[in-house]
């Protein structure tokens, strides 16, 4: 089965700084690469994802980078702003019911 | 407002217990999934559902099992409660086919004593 692997486990910005979280993906069928933010007390949200017929994409502060090759995607927040604090998890999957995540990163952001 | 809805926010039950989670969803969704969220170790997959009583086992199902008698309602249950099952558990739901965003509830924290 697919295992994603996250980096770091924990991320403390200056408020304004940007802020990088890696993961990798083992199983080369993967297709779907989403991104998750968690905040405290509450479910994940989905934040951005990505498919693997492109190499990047952005939404205003946030981007995703994928490398197929590398079987590697990143998450890339810009400016960062307090309410950016949260736990942030990758996944991947080749098919909509078999979502794997990462293990997660607590992002701080200080002011 | 896509919802959804977990039963109980926080739970405290006595191992040996017979526990039912419940997790509702109004997005008329096909695929449901229970998830076990513990520091360090992510989201991981308990069970899941694309259809009325239809079920398959995650990563990780022993000591679980799951309901689902309607579409927008999925149970997990834990037959006799112990200790090492204490964890936050979230549902979540998405569409049948093709990759598209799984909505999650709110979770609910189990402590087993």
Known sequence: ?111 | DVKVTQSSRYLVKRTGEKVFLECVQDMDHENMFWYRQDPGLGLRLIYFSYDVKMKEKGDIPEGYSVSREKKERFSLILESASTNQTSMYLCASSYYTGNTEAFFGQGTRLTVV
């Open chain 1, 1 to 111: 089965g697919e295992n994603v692997e996250q980096h770091p486990s924990t991320l403390s910005v200056q408020e304004g700084d940007s802020a990088v979280i890696k993961c990798t993906y083992s199983d080369s069928a993967s297709n779907y690469f989403p991104w998750y933010k968690q905040e405290l007390g509450k479910g994940p949200q989905l934040i951005i994802d990505i498919r693997s017929n492109v190499g990047e994409k952005k939404d205003q502060r946030i981007a995703v980078t994928l490398n197929k090759t590398a079987k590697h995607f990143s998450l890339h927040i810009t400016e960062t702003q307090p309410e950016d604090s949260a736990v942030y998890f990758c996944a991947a999957t080749k098919s909509a019911r078999q979502l794997t995540f990462g293990s997660g990163t607590q992002l701080t952001v200080l002011p």
